[in-house]
């Protein structure tokens, strides 16, 4: 059990691994369930995620791919999308939630390499309602756009609303 303990503060961090001992009954019975399980397995992913989005980057590549997880961190930070499958960095629902979740981004999140625009597929930053909603949720973001959506006046205008700064 110790072995099991340590790898999971490893994977998780000690702060959460003290939140999921208060969530348990027992300090022990989550460690056990996810001993049988293996580490990686969806319980405890989707408990890790919901605490802190990033730690999709630990997930085993299944869990990736799966919807619920993935929905999960990005509903915690809409930047976990980075660490979803290719295939639902493509998928317009998943990209619309994520982009609703980083609203309230802190600034190391939103450099040019942190921008959401890196995480989704071509096809969807092509996408006019997907630019206009990024803008929406930051308009400093519409540096990063297509110079086609650069010059369309409601996207501008969204981006301006959300921030006086974004012609700069």
């Given at each position: 059990m110790d072995s099991l303990?340590?790898?999971?503060?490893?994977?998780?961090?000690?702060?959460?691994?003290?939140?999921?001992?208060?969530?348990?009954?027992?300090?022990?019975?989550?460690?056990?369930?996810?001993?049988?399980?293996?580490?990686?397995?969806?319980?405890?992913?989707e408990i890790a995620v919901g605490k802190n989005g990033y730690l999709l980057k630990n997930a085993a590549p299944h869990l990736k791919t799966n919807r619920i997880?993935?929905?999960?961190?990005?509903?915690?930070t809409g930047f976990a999308?980075?660490?979803?499958?290719?295939?639902?960095?493509?998928?317009?629902?998943?990209?619309?939630e994520a982009i609703k979740n980083t609203k309230n981004a802190k600034p190391w999140e939103m450099n040019k390499k942190g921008c959401i625009f890196s995480y989704i597929s071509t096809e969807l930053i092509n996408d006019r309602e997907v630019v206009q909603e990024v803008v929406k949720n930051n308009g400093l973001l519409l540096e990063h756009v297509l110079s086609t959506f650069k010059n369309d006046v409601d996207i501008v205008m969204e981006a301006v609303k959300q921030n006086g700064k974004a012609l700069e």
């Open positions: 303990r340590s790898r999971l503060r490893d994977f998780l961090g000690v702060q959460t691994i003290y939140q999921l001992e208060i969530e348990a009954k027992e300090p022990d019975d989550i460690l056990q369930l996810e001993a049988e399980r293996k580490i990686g397995s969806f319980g405890l992913m997880i993935v929905l999960t961190a990005i509903r915690n999308l980075r660490y979803a499958s290719k295939e639902l960095r493509g998928d317009r629902n998943m990209v619309m």
